[in-house]
């Protein structure tokens, strides 16, 4: 039963803690502010430069107020305690902005695209999942976060109107609900034995040392298995090469780097709380998470870099590549110290500029098969060396920020190997035999990475090549996202 | 002042004006590149006359703060840019500039996507020079890293029939050795404390200037003593200083690089290890037997001048590899295995020369040449005396002279008639008498005939191999004796190839057309014979030119190297009382 004076307290808490949410609730309004504005602008002409505009204005809006807020900078926890605040959560979500910025841009640029106005809400609705997710300390806001996200993402991969594109939206759809009602189930499965939905609070983690391994075991893979859903690792990367290839660029620009960001610190939390416990499946054998974690990167590894080496559609090859990212990314995760995450994120950061990047290449010529690529070196000046400098990025050669992404990971995970005991522990054997594997798979890259000028340059064509033209601000962007490349080598931010 | 930095950021400097020059002004840009490659050479004249000689440290040091990052509670890592300047890599320097001056004449007749072309040339030189100079081992992979960039592009778009296959095999080949440098470097790094930096981190000085020897010891002693680990071991600054990483002492004593590990790996404790890495490393650079087989291919396809470049001053890079860095930083990896890299060697100088032997393709038999005389460069480091390092700097150097004479001379001959075969030409040298000339000089200066800078460096080689097992007891006799078999048949593949094209009856395949075709040399290949000629000559007779400017350095390389792998294998406290 509740009295006047618990509901009116709890309602007081809730109206403080509002003001340290303004960033979300002023995206919740934008959201509603531009399907208000969809339907009144409807018949206008300049109907995509007033829907682009107003939710650039939104997001610059968003990260003036992430910035200036006291409170989204103190480590602090919201709404009883299901939310947390902190500087590290706020850089990631001035990430996750600016990505959304970048996408807005892709499309402002070019000018005859035709795609549905609700775009604009749809990205603004899955930034505010992201953010939420990003936030999340209780299992069921993360799940309604993600939620959240999904939905916007299923629509969204459809909005190229073809048969193509509405099978690919149908398999993501039936796919991710899917892998939401498995984590639901992981998650109710983790609420009866622990009886608390806060992870990292200190009744989950004791009653997670109490439990009944097996199930815990189940409850825990499963929940896990929705995020790596999310991020498009091994064994649930499936979904990404469909949807890629047959949704829209803008929207693959999206999906491969805001998702990604937000589920990969998700997962650093959850490797967090993770990370001292160990599961006794049966008395004989004893499962170690941080084993399960080595098998998931050395799959995603595995399956994203051979498989990019077949390819023949380069959005397909985007998906590929972008699933071996994640393999590298999860690394230094991997290493479970405070310098493998900042690597991981520094990681994440160079790789959204590499794909932004690349895939604004391909938007602005349109070209989609590996074959329409050869030849081009010859009439594409401009267009060709930086489609090379991004090659060059992506496989990771210096002096470019793929270069040292992956030395900081590499360097994040021989770190942590050393201090817990190098090749004395069991878990310090295959850690090492990961990073081997791990080497080994950036040879791979290269090779794959390299096709593309390859064919641009040395590879003859039979076909007539016309030459491209692009806008001013087309190639001003281009350049815009390949200096960054550059400079991020010499001045590592982490 | 700036002298090496100047000489790094040149072409570099020059490949991007040279990307602003419109590409039909072949002309500009041919002579923007032919006026760098010059400068390149007065510089390093220059740079002779800074360096004193006699003193085997390191000189002219450019010395700056680059990236800082933290590790946490690990400690902080800090990657400088340092340029130095001493015996070992002032000759290749010099090679360098004289291989890709020779280089620039030689492209000159590239008429397609000219820009491209000399903008990655220029791109390729900076990196050449960068990686000789870098004394800071982040900074030198960088360099040997981005080296292979341009060359997949200039052997893959100018190059011959099998371009593409031989571009990309060169590339992941080469990027397949890099990895291994990589593993060992990230080791070396989060295992080498900076002690300067350290000690200022930890307070015991104010001012990072008034850090002198007293200092340095104090804080290798805390760091031996097991001090800095535990709460204070977020003071630590690690580094990837070169110069750093050779001392023992500089080693944290819990990384898997300390040499207090107990532990093995198939048997050998992890120093060990990576040197074995860094040594395969570089042996693909170099290239020894088994990891040569990229060398024939990436040669016959190249372009006259890249092949040049390849021959002349990209295998080097390997040799210098192994000096400056897996002999410098591990040497009781040097001594260990010193009869396998001996063995190594010897396999090089007979199987290469074998193989040059079978060859039809004379650009081929001349790669297989060069995978012959690189031998003598690790046999001779293997030696570990005197005599034998300084016979392998002279080899390397001597060598790059003498192949880019040959592949120079395999180009006039490639760009008249677009063949390469042996069996057919027959009696060049009443048609061609400048040219048959040149040719006689550099087949004998290259099996080693004494006159010749090749004599000199196969001699002491020879001298330190012989020599190695009465000083150190490194290496046995046999080793040396096999080697020898080496300069004989170097002499057969030369002498037989010389004999069928160029002397004898005139009679050339192609008939009619070839033989209008081959006009003896015009002037700008006589701009590149003679000097080449002229300085394998002097350099014959009088070696001393060579040798005064890298005696001091391998005296106190091969003492330090002795030294160092004895004492690195004692415990720290050993050392320190």
Sequence with gaps: MFSIDQLSNQLRLITQDLSSFGAELLLGVFFLVLILMDLVFNKSDHKKAILETTSLFGILAVAYLLINNVHTLTNQTLFANMIVLGKPITVVKLMILSCTFLVIVFNAIKKNFLIPSEFYALLIASTLGLFIMVMSANLLMLFIAMELVSIASYIMSGFKFDKKGAEAGMKYLLFGAFSSAIMLYGISLIYGLTGSLYY????????????????????????????????????????????????????VAFLSTAPKIAGIFVMVFYWQVLNNFSFSWSSAINIDWKLIYYIVIALTLLIGNFSALWQNNLKRFVAYSSIAHVGFILLGVAAGTSFGTKSALFYLGGYALMNFAFLWLLEVSEIEKFEDLKDIGKKQGLWAILLTICCVALAGIPPTVGFSAKFLVFTALLESWNLSGGLETVNGKIALLLLLFAFFNTLVGFFYYFKIPYLMYIKKSDKIITEMNFSVPAKVFAVAMVIPLFILFFKSIL | ???????????????????????????????????????????????????????????????????????GSFGTLSIQY??????????????????????????????????????????LSASVYGCFLALDFFLFFLFFEFM??????????????????????????????????????????????????????????????????????????????????????HLLVYTMDTRYMTDIKNIVPESILSNLNNF?????????????????????????????????DAHVEAPTAIS??????????????????????????????????????????????????????????????????????????????????????????????????????????????????????????????????FTVIAFFAALGLPGFSGFIAEIFVFLGAFNSQSINGLL????????????LLGATYFLWALQKMYFGKYWL?????????????SNRELYMLVPLSLITIVFGIFPHLYFDTTAAFSIEFVQETLLNSKLNVQSFHQILR
């Design chain 2, 264 to 296: 093995t790996l198939f048997g050998l404790p992890p120093r060990l290890i990576a040197f074995a890495a860094l040594m395969i490393g570089f042996l693909v650079k170099l290239p020894a037997i088994p990891f040569h087989t990229w060398l024939p």
């Design chain 2, 148 to 233: 292979l960039l341009p060359m997949y592009f200039l052997i893959g778009i100018w190059g011959g029939v099998r371009r593409e296959y031989a571009s990309i095999k060169f590339f992941l080949y080469t990027l397949f050795g890099s990895v291994f440098v990589l593993i060992v470097m990230i080791l070396l790094g989060i295992s080498t404390i900076d002690p300067v930096q350290t000690a200022l981190n930890l307070g015991l000085v104010y001012d990072i200037h008034l850090v002198d020897e007293q200092v340095v010891m104090k804080v290798q002693a805390l760091l031996s003593s097991g001090n800095l680990s535990g709460e204070l071991k």
């Design chain 1, 200 to 251: 990292g609070d200190f009744q989950f983690l004791q009653s997670l040392s109490v439990a009944n391994s097996k199930l815990l075991f189940i409850g825990i893979l499963f929940a896990f298995g929705g995020l790596i859903f999310k991020i498009s690792a091994a064994p649930y990367q499936v979904w990404a090469p469909d949807v890629y290839e047959a949704a829209p660029i803008s929207v």
């Design chain 2, 1 to 71: 002042m700036h002298l090496l930095s100047l000489i790094l950021l040149l072409p570099l400097f020059a490949a991007v004006v040279t990307l602003f020059l419109p590409d039909y002004q072949r002309k500009k840009i041919k002579y923007v590149a032919i006026f760098v490659a010059t400068l390149e050479v007065i510089l390093s004249i220059k740079l002779y006359t800074k360096i004193d000689f006699s003193n085997a440290a390191i000189q002219l040091l450019e010395h700056h703060q680059w990236l800082r990052l933290g590790l």
């Design chain 2, 308 to 437: 040049v470049v390849l021959a002349g001053i990209l295998l080097k890079i390997g040799g210098y590899g192994i000096m400056r860095f897996a002999y410098g930083i591990f040497p009781e990896g040097a001594v260990h295995f010193a009869v396998t890299i001996a063995v190594i060697g010897v396999i090089s100088i007979i199987y290469g020369a074998f193989n040059a032997l079978a060859m039809k393709d004379m650009k081929k038999m001349i790669a297989y040449s060069s995978v012959s005389h690189m031998g003598f460069v690790l046999l001779g480091l293997a030696s570990l005396t005197a005599e034998g390092v300084n016979g392998a700097l002279y080899q390397q150097f001597s060598h790059g002279i003498i192949s880019t004479m040959l592949f120079v001379i395999v180009g006039v001959l490639y760009d008249r008639t677009h063949n390469r075969n042996i069996d057919d030409y027959r009696g060049l040298a009443s048609k061609m008498p400048q040219y048959t000339t």
């Design chain 2, 509 to 521: 395949k192609g008939g009619h057309e070839w033989n209008e075709a081959l006009t003896d040399l």
């Design chain 2, 476 to 487: 046995p006799h046999w080793i040396a004796i096999v080697a020898t078999f080496g300069v």
């Design chain 2, 82 to 123: 340092v340029l130095g300047v001493d015996g070992l890599n002032f000759s290749m320097i010099l090679l360098a500039s004289l291989v890709l001056f020779i280089g620039t004449i030689a492209s000159w007749h590239i008429e397609e996507k000219t820009k491209g072309y000399f903008a990655l040339y220029l791109l």
